[in-house]
């Protein structure tokens, strides 16, 4: 049962081969006696589940039920849910209870989806390991040594594992498509203003976007159908009309025209991994699509560019963790600035501290024209690279990562080489555009993704590309052993 | 030496939108803490904030009131800072693109000239909860209820050069925020707050001198005599060959002097950046234009009117518009009663004088405008003399009825019949034979004595024209 899509689970309970409660009793039971190994969830919510099964069912028997009725999902723990922990990964909000609920939450709650509970992650959202989480890292499932990718590991790694048939997560930087490609599983991070924030604990609020990781690329379509849209309590959502994403799955690839960018090709990028994505483009030629290379001369900028604007947004976001109305606060405060001080020392993890005291400093008086306003304009040299690009071509295709997954503790005291593991990612971010990850093959038996970007609002047609692939491989069926 | 004092105000209007800046929680003053907030006031995580338009129609009404060019396009940025009563740590405010640019307002000064004094700038931003150090044992509390209450930052020029002209700015800006509408201007309820940037320099000298910022000055004699004690004490340390330091001070109003809060060197880096959280504010020039439309007469175009189409002096009509409310309870009598001075001197005399006795806003006066239409009809039609009517406010004031009620009830009717008249003067003249036959002999001056006591004896209802006439007449024959 949990080798299905949400596509076809969907038909399952339809045709009744099984309720929700049963489906959901499955799920919990193999997060039960499998998730020890990976430590995906931070939470788990059995009786809330059930409850939610159990409500979908009579919904679906009332012949009320809606687009994703009865399906079990994970939430990632960035995701504000109403009465339960939301500690986005960190030990400053680990008493945090959220007495609301984030848009995409609620979203799910009236579609009929199912929760069972909430994914491990970076902490806040700052990594590219979920090394940083403070309730341990995630592994692997294809290989229990190595990280899943963040911060979306927990999502990543959960859903890889079957241990849910879906589960959403956020990308600031690549969060989403790194640990898809490192899990093998397809991720998308929909256009800025696409999906609401709102509820959605902000990391870097002009660069953060969440999506679907699902292991089809018809799951993710039927996951954004439910979370995309207008959502007026956030201003910086998108007021733009939302297509059925699964209406146009199977147009035909004959004349699509996709760019290589020969920057996401250069040095650092792993060969066997380009081999892989050459293979996959050869795919689409083989549909009658039609491969130019491109350049985007300011790739190089964009790690830069995205280590001044995200921790410079950062260190402001965190600065309400301050020990006074909610989240960790020290023992016995002597006066104020010990609150402060010892609150938000005690709370925060080392890379969260790295990128406060980063951002802390671009910002400061003196530097700011220097850092922030420059990275500000070399956004904008960014962004003009892709829409150059989209002149000539419909899809922007290329690597998620420069390798697979790597070690457990191999880049943890490095962080300039973990930044550089999303090289491919973090330009997309900087200008807005939706790009997805799709497994593409193996290396060393370790999922290789393909990275598609799109033109802004072009979600609708990524999902088509992703499927049509997936139409003609079968890397996105693949099962790590551990887990079948 | 001689010193000349440069002053900048920073006057905080609290506009007077129902919901907050960026939530929709009430602004309303003085509910029991904690009430009137929600997720957004209390900065939990995840939460987003939404503009409302309703500040910035306010705040353009302003900028189009002083004449100042409004930014089609406004930016908020967060200016970052640590304070428990600032619940996301940062205040959502404008500062490198406000929504309202350049402008100016004048001033009079007491020598009856006006002064232009530059409006920098005004912005929008939202304002900070409060701190409540009482009653918790050591602790401090936190009331939200007025983080997010909208706040529109008016800069101005340093062109002020006495206490007294920031006071005159300072009120000139308040009589036009009320006028517009924006702010309901309530100093104690902290609606309308100033902070003062004062320094000296060696007159002359062009180049300022270093500035002490005063915070926080609530009340228009505290901004004199806050500005008036800082000028001493810099003038003092100036005289004594020292310097003086860049910091922010404040006022104690019960020792009247200013000390230090915070140097320059322990000022907080804001970090001032854009607030990703909010698109850039855009209004359109034909939105504006909309607005401008909707500008009520303002203080100064009011004051020229009363002069050149009323003809009142400049300084009554100055007096009858610094107040929206006085000028709309003048215009109503005014028009009703046909008589512009009449209006004028029982509005500056006799209602002026119990408003400020018992420091009461006009809008609360008990002799509403009708009121004072239906007395005034009374002197203009003769029913009752100008004395009489006197009489008749203070019953009307203390709440005995309309003018003809009480007129009636208190037989106070003006006596207009020459007959009833002459009886009395026939008496009063056989009552004072001594006094008959000195006028007679010339000593004309005594009509006085004899109008009074026929005003007296007809317990001054007679007609004081008539009376004067008849006894001209019966004292010559």
Not at chain 1, 120 to 132: K, P, Q, Y
Not at chain 2, 210 to 229: D, M, Q, Y
Request: proline share 4%; glycine share 8%; aromatic share 8%.
């Amino acid at each position: 049962m949990h080798n299905k899509t949400i596509a076809e689970l969907t038909a399952g309970l339809k045709a009744g081969d099984f309720s929700s409660v049963e489906l959901t009793r499955h799920y919990l039971n193999r997060i039960n006696s499998l998730d020890e190994q990976l430590n995906s969830f931070i939470t788990i919510v059995p009786d809330l589940a059930l409850q939610q099964a159990k409500q979908a069912d009579e919904q679906r028997a009332a012949g009320q039920a809606t687009i994703i009725n009865g399906i079990p999902l994970a939430q990632k723990d960035i995701f504000c849910t109403k009465d339960i922990k939301t500690s986005c990964g960190s030990k400053m909000l680990d008493p945090f209870i959220s007495p609301y609920n984030a848009t995409t939450i609620e979203k799910f709650n009236h579609s009929g989806a199912v929760m069972l509970g909430k994914t491990n992650m970076d902490e806040f959202a700052m990594g590219s390991s979920n090394e940083t989480s403070w309730y341990g890292p995630v592994k692997n499932p294809w290989s229990l040594d190595t990280v899943p990718g963040g911060s979306s590991g927990g999502s990543a790694a959960s859903v890889a594992a079957r241990l849910t048939p879906a589960a959403t997560g956020t990308d600031t930087g690549g969060s989403i498509r790194q640990p898809a490609s490192f899990c093998g599983i397809t991720g998308l991070k929909p256009t800025y203003g696409r999906v609401s924030r709102y509820g959605m604990i902000a990391f870097a609020s002009s660069l953060d976007q969440a999506g679907p990781m699902t292991r089809t690329a018809e799951d993710a379509a039927i996951m954004l159908n439910v979370m995309a849209g207008f959502d007026s309590r956030d201003s910086t959502s998108v007021d733009e009309a939302v297509p059925d994403y699964t209406a146009d799955l199977n147009a035909a690839m004959e004349g699509l025209k996709i760019g290589l960018p020969k920057e996401y090709f250069a040095e650092g990028l792993d060969d066997s991994v380009a081999k892989v994505i050459e293979a996959a483009v050869k795919e689409y030629e083989k549909m009658g699509a039609v491969v130019s290379e491109i350049s985007l001369p300011n790739s190089h900028l964009s790690v830069p560019t995205y280590y001044i604007i995200a921790p410079s947004e950062c260190s402001s976001n965190l600065s309400r963790m301050d020990g006074v109305r909610f989240g960790h606060r020290c023992e016995e405060p002597k006066n104020l600035n010990d609150l402060y001080i010892r609150s938000r020392g005690e709370g925060f993890g080392a890379e969260v501290k790295r990128r406060i005291l980063i951002g802390t400093y671009a910002l400061s008086e003196g530097f700011y024209d220097a850092y922030y306003v420059k990275a500000q304009k070399t956004r904008r040299l960014i962004s003009d690279d892709f829409n150059q690009a989209f002149k000539e071509v419909d899809v922007i295709m290329g690597p998620a990562a420069p390798s697979t997954a790597f070690n457990l503790g191999e880049f943890s005291d490095d962080p300039i080489t973990m930044y550089l593991s999303d090289i491919y990612t973090i330009a997309v971010n900087l200008a807005g555009l939706p790009g997805m990850s799709i497994p593409a093959g193996f290396v060393n038996n370790m999922p290789v993704g393909l990275q598609l970007i799109g033109k802004h609002f072009s979600e609708a047609k990524l999902l088509n590309i992703a499927h049509q692939f997936q139409q003609q491989t079968d890397w996105h069926k693949k099962v790590p052993a551990l887990f079948v | 030496m001689q010193w000349e004092v440069v002053i900048g105000l920073e006057i905080h209007v609290q506009l007077s939108t129902r919901s907050k800046i960026f939530s929709g929680s009430s602004t309303a003053y003085g509910a029991e803490p904690n009430t009137q907030m929600s997720t957004v006031d209390m900065g939990l995580p995840g939460v987003l904030p939404v503009f409302n338009g309703e500040a910035l129609k306010k705040s353009v009404m302003f900028g189009l009131a002083v004449g100042a060019k409004i930014n089609n396009r406004s930016v908020f940025d967060r200016k970052n800072y640590f304070y428990p009563d600032s619940p996301k740590a940062y205040q959502i405010s404008q500062l490198y693109y406000p929504v309202v640019g350049e402008g100016h307002i004048d001033i009079e000064l007491d020598n009856g000239e006006t002064k232009r004094i530059g409006v920098t700038r005004a912005h929008m931003e939202e304002d900070a909860g409060k701190s409540l150090h009482e009653n918790f044992h050591g602790q401090t509390g936190i009331d939200l209820n007025r983080a997010g209450t909208p706040l529109l930052e008016i800069v101005s020029e340093p062109d002020l050069r006495s206490a007294v002209e920031a006071v005159a700015y300072m009120k000139k800006i308040h009589s036009i925020v009320r006028y517009l509408g924006i702010s309901d201007g309530n100093m104690q309820e902290g609606s309308f707050r100033c902070d003062a940037n004062v320094s000296l320099r060696p007159k002359g000298q062009e180049e300022f001198g270093t500035r002490a910022e005063l915070k926080n000055i609530n009340s228009f004699r505290f901004v004199e005599k806050a500005i008036n004690v800082e000028i001493e004490r810099q003038m003092d340390i100036l005289e004594e060959g020292g310097r003086i330091v860049q910091e922010t001070r404040l006022y104690d109003a019960d020792k009247n002097e200013t000390r230090p809060m915070r140097s320059k060197e322990e000022a907080n880096d804001y970090r001032y950046f854009p607030d990703p959280d909010l698109l850039p504010i855009v209004i359109s020039d034909e939105e504006i234009e909309a607005i401008r439309a909707t500008l009520p007469e303002l203080p100064d175009e009011k004051c020229t009117r009363y002069v050149s189409e009323l003809g009142l002096a400049e300084k009554d009509a100055r007096a009858l518009t610094v107040d929206r409310n006085m000028a709309d309870y003048f215009e109503q009598v005014q028009q009703a009663v046909d008589d512009s001075k009449m209006a004028a001197n029982w509005l500056l005399g006799e209602v002026s004088a119990l408003i400020n006795k018992n420091d009461m806003d006009i809008k609360d006066c008990p002799v509403t405008a009708e009121l004072l239409i239906g007395l005034l009809k009374r002197i203009k039609d003769n029913t009752i003399s100008g004395k009489i009517a006197k009489e008749i406010f203070q019953a009307m004031w203390t709440g005995e009825g309309d003018a003809d009620a009480i007129i009636d009830k208190k037989g106070l009717k003006q006596i207009t019949d020459n007959g009833a008249i002459e009886a009395i003067i026939d008496e009063v003249i056989s009552n004072n034979p001594g006094q008959v036959a000195e006028f007679k002999n010339g000593k004309e001056q005594l009509i006085g004595f004899f109008v009074g006591q026929v005003m007296k004896a007809s317990k001054g209802k007679a007609n004081p024209g008539q009376v004067n006439q008849l006894l001209q007449q019966k004292l010559k024959s």
